[in-house]
């Protein structure tokens, strides 16, 4: 069966240094490695800063078009991962693994 793992996180939190940033990367690596490895990966990838964000929305049978993220939220979705679990306990699993689950400070 196949499960998206959404990446959400705290843009605060997120590494300030090339050192921190390595880390983290090394992390997801690590994990994406293990995905791989237990068959489980289909694809991901990082995105955008939200800040980069287009809306697009459809009122009054017209299209809007704003810059920017819809929705102000404290957190962000960062990326995903598109995998194949055999069951929901399997793909919990996997999104334990997670780095940014793990709410890891960088610095």
């Known amino acids: 069966m196949r499960y ?22 090394q992390a997801y690596d690590a994990y994406t490695h293990w995905l791989t490895e237990s068959g489980q990966h289909l694809g991901g990838e990082a995105l955008q800063d939200p800040s980069a964000a287009t809306t697009v929305a459809i009122r009054n049978g017209k299209r809007v078009v704003s810059d920017g993220p819809f929705a102000e939220t404290k957190e962000q979705l960062g ?17 334990a693994r997670i780095p940014g689950a793990a709410n890891i400070q960088y610095h």
């Open 79 to 95: 990326g995903y991962y598109l995998i194949n679990a055999a069951d929901l306990d399997a793909a919990i699993e996997a999104a």
């Open 4 to 25: 998206l793992l959404m990446i959400y996180g705290d843009p605060a939190a997120a590494p300030q240094t090339e050192a921190e940033m390595g880390a983290m990367w």
